[in-house]
Antibody, heavy 117, light 110 residues
Framework: EVQLVESGGGLVQPGGSLRLSCAAS????????MHWVRQAPGKGLVWVSR????????NYADSVKGRFTISRDNAKNTLYLQLNSLRAEDTSVYYC??????????WGQGTLVTVSS | QSALTQPASVSGSPGQSITISCTGT?????????VSWYQQYPGKVPKLMIY???KRPSGVSNRFSGSKSDNTASLTISGLQAEDEADYYC??????????FGGGTKLTVL
């Protein structure tokens, strides 16, 4: 069974940083592209970033480019998202998702990031 | 990277069919057969319902179907059931190897 477990969310002040983690199990992590998707409270889904199998290629939504960094450690079966220069509008639940046929096939339960002073 | 356009809400009675549209541009929906649809209940994690425009993952009811014409994709739910009441989101691969979601559609079963 595919399991994706996010952690690292919390309350952070504007301008602060946070690192999210996603522990993967139940599949061969190194064989899959991975994504981060976020959802602000009461709002819709927003794609954030994607990383290829070996971590050599990454893509970002314009809204986070230059501030967020996606990475992975295939030896630890873990996906990361480094969030820097956080703004109030970054407040969201952040989901780790497994790419499947170029869509978002499996989702974690999400971790809440709240940016507030 | 503008969001795809979906109606904010649709409704239908049990047994009826409804269609949710998802309009993009030639940079996303119009250029790639990589449109997917997700169902999300309040407070729950999204679930993949349709991928590659028309395909259903194992376990998804055949009452759900997808299609695409030019820059607009559509999700049709036939034989509407109370359990179908949820939010639905479309998503497309886009130029620049990015992905873009629609704003979401709230389906109400009357």
């Amino acid at each position: 069974e595919v399991q994706l477990v996010e952690s690292g969310g919390g309350l952070v002040q504007p301008g602060g940083s946070l690192r999210l983690s996603c522990a993967a199990s139940g599949f061969t992590f190194r064989n899959y592209w991975m994504h981060w998707v976020r959802q602000a409270p009461g709002k819709g889904l927003v794609w954030v970033s994607r990383i290829n199998r070996d971590g050599s290629n990454t893509n970002y939504a314009d809204s986070v480019k230059g501030r967020f960094t996606i990475s992975r450690d295939n030896a630890k079966n873990t996906l990361y998202l480094q969030l820097n220069s956080l703004r109030a509008e970054d407040t969201s639940v952040y989901y780790c998702t497994r790419d499947w046929n170029s869509c978002l096939g499996d989702w974690g339960q999400g971790t809440l990031v709240t940016v507030s002073s | 990277q503008s969001a795809l356009t979906q109606p904010a809400s649709v409704s239908g009675s049990p047994g009826q069919s409804i269609t949710i549209s998802c309009t993009g541009t030639s940079s996303d929906v119009g250029s790639y057969s990589l449109v997917s649809w997700y169902q999300q209940y309040p407070g729950k994690v999204p679930k993949l319902m349709i991928y590659e425009v028309t395909k259903r993952p194992s376990g998804v009811s055949n009452r759900f179907s997808g299609s695409k014409s030019d820059n607009t994709a559509s999700l049709t739910i036939s034989g509407l059931q109370a359990e179908d009441e949820a939010d639905y989101y479309c998503c497309s691969f886009a130029t620049g190897s990015t992905w873009v979601f629609g704003g979401g559609t709230k389906l109400t079963v009357l």
